[in-house]
C-alpha cells in the first residue's frame, strides 16, 4: 500500500500539471479524491493490514490526500487566473473602431421636383387637392368637354375598366371635382400619376406623373396665368429664366397654349439640349373654358380661371439633366445613390 500511495502521488501531480482547464481539473479531482476516487480505492485496503501498520499507513494516506489538495488548489488558482486573462483579452472593446454606419435614404428625384413645386404653390396661396387615379370616363373626358368620339380621346388612349371607367390620363379630372365640390376663388394644385396606353421608352413611360394647377375667381386673366407660371419657372430653373407662350388647343381650356422656358443650358442660344430651338415645352395651360365652369355650376358669366397641366417626370429630367426617363422608375441605387 505504500507503493500505491507513492504511485498514486507522482501519477496524481502529473495529471494535476496537465489539466487544461477548470473542467478538466475537476474531473482529475473527483478521479483522485471523490467517493469512488483512487485515493478511497486504496484506503479500502486498510482493513487487512496489522494493527502496527494502520495507523503508518494511515499517516502516509492523510498526506498524501493533504498533498493532493494543495495541488489541486494550486493549479485551480493558475487556470483561474489563465481563463481570466483570456477572457479579458477577447472581450478588449477597441473604442477607437469606426462603428458600422446605417446608410440613411433620401428623396426621389420626382419627389424632391414635386416638393419644390408644391413649396411654389404653397407659398403663392394654393393648396394641394387629389382625385382617383381610378376615374370615370365622365371626369377624364366628358366633363372635359371631350365627348364620345372627340377626335382629341385618341391621343390619350388608355386602360379601361369598364366601358365608363379608366385609369386616368391627366390630372384635369381633378380640377372638374374641385370644382364642384367648392365655389369660387378656387387655387388649387393637384399632383398625382396619370396613365396612357404609351410603349416605354426615353422620353415615354404608361405610367406618370401631372402637376394640375386651377385658379378661378372674379377677373382671373391670362395675365394672371402667365405671372404664376413665370414664378414657377423663375423659382426651379432660375431668376434668369424667361417664359414663352404659344397658342395650342385643348377642349377644356379657351384659349388655349403651350408654354416653353428658355433653355437654361445655353440661355436660348441653341443647344443640343433644346435641340438648338433656344426654348423647351414644359407644360400645357389655358382659360377654363365656359362649358367647363357651367357644367360645374359656376356662372361663367361671373367667373373665370384658368388652368395648367405639367408632367413632373419632364420637370425632373429638365431640372437634373437626367435624359432617360426609365431611370426614374427603375430604382437603380447607382443612379438614385447621385441625388
Ligand atoms: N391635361 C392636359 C394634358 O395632359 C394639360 C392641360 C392641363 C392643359 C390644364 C390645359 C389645362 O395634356
Redesign the pocket.
Known sequence: MKEQLYALRTDAAVRIAQAGDTTQLEAVRVALLGKKGELTAILKQMGKLSAEERPVIGQLANEARGELEGLLAARAAALGAEETARRLAAETLDVTMPGSRKRLGHKHPLTVVLDEVKEIFLGMGFSVATGPEVEWDYYNFEALNLPQGHPARDTQDTFYITETMLLRT?T?PVQVRVMEQQKPPIRIIAPGRVYRSDAVDATHSPLFH?I?GLVVDEGITMADLKGSLDQLAKRLFGEETRTRFRPHH?P??EP?CEVDISCFRCGGAGCPMCKGEGWIEIL???MVHPKVLAGCGIDPERYSGF???VGLERLTMFRFQIDDMRLLFENDMRFLGQF
Open positions: 391627366q384635369s401631372q394640375e385643348f377644356f381650356t388655349s400645357g395651360a389655358g388652368a395648367f397641366g
